[in-house]
Structure formats: C-alpha cells, structure tokens
C-alpha cells in the first residue's frame, strides 16, 4: 500500500541561484514525448506504425512576491541557463523528493490588488533533461 503524497512542504528552487522561491502557492509540470509516424503505403493490418521522438516539459507555478523572489525570477526571464528544482515532500515530512528541470522562463506576470499579497504567476519550458530524484 503506497502512501498519497501532499504537497504541503513542497517548493521552487532556482537551482542557481539562493535557496526557493518564498510563499510558492503551486506548481505543476507536464512532461511529453513525441510519437513519429512510420506507417508505409501498405500498412500492416491497416494500423498505423509509430516509433518514439524527443521528449519535452513546460510547467508553471506562481508564489507570493518578496524582493529576492522579484528580482531572481525577473532576472531569469529568457535566460537559457536557467534551472529550478521542483520540491516534493513525502512520507510526512520525512523523504524529500525533487524533479530538476534546466529550463528557459518563458512568461512572468505579477498580480497586485489591495485586497490581496502580490503574487507572480511564471512559466517555463525544458531545456535539455528532466530528471527526478528520489528520496532513500
């Protein structure tokens, strides 16, 4: 029987830069493959054939603004070079698992009312492998 994992405790880390992004609300990435079609002019059983592709992920999470966040993820809009480590925290706290994505930040837009914390939504696209690490 597996555990259901929450996401309470979970995060954004910019991987090069100082520690996560404070006040994360949500994240989410979605990770896909291409599927190329190989199908001949006489196919067998009249099904189509296919062989696998590239992969690629895009994601986004927002969180509420602070100065270090502001300036950090600003900074990273368009920068190839820039990578976040997505926190996921298991088993009640005790296994921490992450997936690390070398991504280029693709849209940043800030939300402020006087009803409401400042918060930045950010989007992101991979750049290069995906990888998740596993807690012990």
């Not at 939300?111 to 918060?119: C, G, K, Q």
Request: hydrophobic share 35%.
């Amino acid at each position: 029987h597996m555990a259901v994992i929450s996401g309470i405790g979970g995060g954004v880390q910019f991987v090069a830069g100082s520690g996560y992004a404070s006040e994360v609300r949500n994240w989410s990435i979605s990770v896909t493959a291409e599927s190329i079609d190989t199908t001949n002019m006489a196919p067998t059983s009249n099904f189509k054939t296919r062989i696998p592709g590239l992969k690629s992920g895009s994601g986004s999470f927002s969180c509420y603004v602070d100065d270090t966040a502001f300036d950090t993820i600003f900074g990273g809009l368009g920068d190839t070079a820039a990578s976040l480590k997505l926190k996921i925290l298991s088993d009640l706290g005790t296994k921490t698992d992450y997936i690390t994505c070398p991504c280029v930040i693709t849209d940043v837009s800030v939300t402020a009312s006087t009803e409401n914390a400042v918060e930045i939504e950010c989007s992101f696209e991979s750049n290069g492998a995906i990888t998740v690490t596993e807690a012990a």
